[in-house]
């Protein structure tokens, strides 16, 4: 019988905290793939001396569990991912240390130590924004309205193992058109402020995360296929929080909130 192969050194240190982060893409930097942003953290981590832990083996790898990520082009203001480390640290240190070892506009927002629920349970929902610059603000309400009034509305998506057929309605909870205040000047710190004259609507809704998971371009291709919407460009996609879904306000509740409290006790 062959021998096996034993790892040579010493075993790696034992992880004695989880900690939890929440951080935002911004900018340009909405662009970054899901692997970009790994590179950039374990970069960061190093850069920041923050002690993580590794997983045992010949190939060790750093203990971060990433859990639901933006697609790549979609701006956001709740990401999340799990760290795991050998030494107990602050959070609020660890999260200027990350903070100013990301480029800007990757942002650290929070840090908390975790609570006994994984980071993957407690991420039910997301409520997303969709700026659509040069769309009439009754022309997207009609067509949402159009999809609220059914009761299902498949869409296909194509996928690694092929297309797959599935109901975007069920995920979509809420959905409501917002119109951007105008502004005289055509400056404003608002990015969705719009000179008077120009047309710009904006789309917000609350979507259950499910399996397969429904994106905001699934939402986009069943405006086209049932209400023939069709944007003159694609929407600036924003997803503004993401966690435990809020059934009395059928909203997002903040998924560190717990942990948060849980640490203050």
């Known amino acids: 019988m062959a021998r096996q192969r034993v790892p040579e050194g010493p075993a790696p240190d034992p992880a004695v905290q989880r900690l939890r982060i929440r951080y935002a893409k911004r900018g340009r930097l909405r662009f970054t793939s899901s692997r970009d942003f790994q590179r950039a953290l374990e970069r960061a981590l190093r850069r920041a001396?923050?002690?993580?832990?590794?997983?045992?083996g010949f190939h060790p790898h750093p203990k971060i569990s990433y859990?639901?990520?933006a697609a790549t082009g979609a701006a956001s203001e709740a990401e999340y991912v799990e760290i795991q480390v050998t030494?107990?640290?602050?959070?609020?240190?660890?999260?200027?240390?990350?903070?100013?070892?990301?480029?800007?506009?990757?942002?650290?927002?929070?840090v908390v130590e975790a609570g006994p629920r994984s980071l993957a349970d407690v991420l039910e929902a997301s409520e997303w924004r969709l700026d659509f610059a040069g769309l009439a603000g009754p022309v997207l309400r009609d067509a949402v309205d159009r999809l609220l009034a059914?009761?299902?509305?498949?869409v296909t998506r194509m996928t690694k193992s092929g297309p797959r057929t599935f109901d975007v309605r069920a995920a979509l909870v809420r959905?409501?058109?917002?119109?951007?205040?105008?502004?005289?000047?055509?400056?404003?710190?608002?990015?969705?402020?719009?000179?008077?004259?120009?047309?710009?609507?904006?789309?917000?809704?609350?979507?259950?995360?499910?399996?397969?998971?429904?994106?905001?371009?699934?939402?986009?291709?069943?405006?086209?296929?049932?209400?023939?919407?069709?944007?003159?460009?694609?929407?600036?996609?924003?997803?503004l929080a993401q966690g435990p879904f809020d059934t009395a306000t059928a909203g997002v509740a903040d998924p560190l909130a717990a942990d948060e409290n849980a640490d203050g006790a």
């Open 67 to 69: 859990a639901n990520a």
């Open 150 to 154: 059914r009761d299902r509305v498949e």
């Open 175 to 239: 959905a409501a058109v917002e119109q951007p205040p105008p502004v005289a000047s055509g400056v404003s710190d608002d990015p969705s402020a719009t000179t008077p004259g120009v047309d710009c609507a904006i789309l917000r809704m609350v979507v259950r995360h499910t399996t397969p998971a429904v994106r905001p371009d699934d939402i986009l291709t069943a405006l086209r296929d049932i209400a023939g919407l069709q944007p003159v460009r694609p929407p600036l996609v924003t997803r």
């Open 87 to 110: 030494t107990r640290l602050d959070p609020a240190a660890v999260r200027a240390a990350l903070d100013a070892a990301l480029p800007p506009g990757l942002d650290v927002l929070a």
């Open 49 to 56: 001396g923050v002690p993580t832990a590794f997983s045992a």
